[in-house]
């Protein structure tokens, strides 16, 4: 699976990076880093828990 982040949605609350901090990180201006977009098996629960809990829907998963 692979992990989508729309930087147009994303409002960088880091509510993602609570949930995932190895995967999700912020910047010093506040914008997302996203630090692997392939997701394996075992994170996957993990990143669905960081893609659901996003206040903007702008995380999503893609096969």
């Known amino acids: ?3 989508v982040h729309d930087a147009e949605l994303c409002e ?3 509510v993602c990076t ?5 995967r999700f990180e912020l910047d010093d201006t ?3 880093i996203v630090h692997s977009i ?5 994170d996957l629960d993990t ?7 996003c206040p903007r829907q ?4 893609q096969e």
């Open 1 to 3: 699976m692979k992990l």
């Open 18 to 22: 609570a949930v995932d901090p190895d």
């Open 58 to 61: 702008a995380l999503s998963l």
């Open 30 to 32: 506040d914008h997302l």
């Open 47 to 53: 990143v669905r828990q960081a893609v659901e809990s």
């Open 12 to 14: 960088a609350h880091g």
């Open 38 to 42: 392939e997701v394996a098996a075992e």
